[in-house]
């Protein structure tokens, strides 16, 4: 069974965020009738959990996330439905050209990802809703997240629908978009396309190991996650054994190798 992990960053319920989910939703569970796959959705509202700001202590960096000083709200609790999932589809208003707070404040006590990710072999999708305005910079923040955490980026979604559209009208107004949207989540989950990484995927995974490369005999919490995914291998080309031909590999190495001469 595939499992996709909805989160709403928004406290409205029934606003046009909610209402795109549902209707991407629809599409999903369609496609899996069709193609006799089986799905399962958890949604979750980002408004319903108890998430402290972060305090940039630095001590998930340092000392691991189990000793955030924060520990005792609810991150944990979406942080074993993010990894229980095989995608993720991430929803957020758009609030001053940017993510919504929750958002924001969720992807904040999720840092430490970036610096050891712990998504990779999941696929994730980026929506935003705006009542009049641009989606760029909002899915830009979003992608540059998730994609550091190991997400595969399987796409953006973004939907202008004025201060509150009935459903009826996003689905008559948005049809194909959403349905392409949900039509590539699930391939994706289905056929394993995180092991075809984009090439912005493997320059970053280039970086990042040759910078843990240098610093592998370091006793530190991000030096021993890279040591014991064996990714500090010289012989390993990304999170998971990729489906990309050599030749794009080895630009790619190539590539990732001269940024990380610029990084301490």
């Known amino acids: 069974m595939a499992k996709i ?11 046009n965020t909610a209402r795109v989910l549902n209707l991407l939703h629809e599409d999903i569970l369609n496609k899996a009738e069709r193609e006799n796959i089986s799905v399962e959705i958890e949604t979750v509202f980002l408004g319903e959990f108890n998430l402290n700001p972060c305090r940039g202590c630095r001590c998930c960096f340092d000392r691991g996330e189990d000793t955030c000083p924060l520990g005792d709200d609810d991150l944990n609790t979406l942080f074993k439905k993010m990894h229980a999932a095989d995608g993720l589809i991430i929803a957020t208003p758009v609030y001053v050209n940017d993510v919504s707070g929750l958002v924001k404040t969720w992807m904040d006590r999720l ?3 970036c610096h050891r990710p712990q998504f990779h072999g999941k696929s994730a999708l980026v929506v935003s809703t705006v009542g009049t305005g641009i989606h ?6 979003l992608a540059a997240g998730i994609t550091s955490w ?4 399987s796409g953006k979604l973004g939907i202008t629908g004025g201060a509150l559209t009935p459903q009826a009208d996003l689905a008559a107004r948005y049809q194909k978009p959403i349905h392409r949207a949900a039509e590539k989540l699930v391939t994706d989950i289905q056929k394993e396309n995180h092991l075809r990484p984009s090439l912005r995927s493997l320059v970053t995974f280039a970086v990042q190991q040759a910078v843990w490369q240098r610093h592998q005999d370091e006793d530190t919490v991000d030096a021993r996650y890279w040591h014991e995914q064996g990714w500090t291998k010289p012989s390993t080309r990304f999170y998971l054994p990729p489906r990309t031909q050599p030749i794009v ?15 301490a």
């Not at 760029?136 to 923040?141: I, L, N």
């Not at 190991?150 to 980026?153: F, V």
């Not at 080895?250 to 001269?258: C, K, Q």
């Open 111 to 113: 840092a430490f990802a």
């Open 249 to 263: 590999i080895l630009l790619t190495r190539a590539i990732g190798r001269a940024i990380a001469r610029f990084i």
């Open 5 to 15: 992990l909805s989160i709403v960053g928004s406290y409205r319920k029934n606003g």
């Open 150 to 153: 190991g997400y595969h980026l």
């Open 136 to 141: 760029g910079y909002t899915q830009d923040v």
